[in-house]
Nanobody, 122 residues
Framework: VQLVESGGGSVQVGGSLRLSCAIS????????MAWFRQVPGSERERVAT???????AYADAVQGRFTISKDNAQNVLYLQMNSLKPEDTAMYYC??????????????????WGQGTQVTVS
């Protein structure tokens, strides 16, 4: 299984970015995926989760500004980020959990990770 993120970059305060995570080698039909972010020296933060059959969840800090979605036909996970703030600056990672995990908000479930893409808001 391989996850490859793209779409990061530098953006002004109030701007938007869309992150993508290309998924390969994963044949399960129903499973959890998530976006996490991490700033050096801080703990990793779960930003948004989605189960491939629909339900989503967001951290309070991004609720109403970020949208997680997945194109099941193309096998790509997205994170649309609007109204970006300086505190959104971080390395963003996509992650996947094996199908036996039914709770998408349990961080320990995520065992497959991408390499990360940097987002800088200034």
């Amino acid at each position: 299984v391989q996850l490859v993120e793209s779409g990061g970059g530098s953006v002004q305060v109030g701007g938007s970015l869309r992150l993508s995570c290309a998924i390969s080698g994963w044949t399960y039909q129903s499973y959890c995926m998530a976006w996490f972010r991490q700033v050096p020296g801080s703990e990793r933060e779960r930003v948004a989760t989605i189960r491939t059959d629909g339900p989503t969840a967001y951290a309070d800090a991004v609720q109403g500004r970020f949208t997680i979605s997945k194109d099941n036909a193309q096998n790509v996970l997205y994170l649309q980020m609007n109204s970006l703030k300086p505190e959104d600056t971080a390395m963003y990672y996509c992650a996947a959990a094996p199908p036996e995990w039914t709770s998408c908000t349990l961080d320990a479930a995520y065992t497959t990770w991408g390499q990360g893409t940097q987002v800088t808001v200034s």
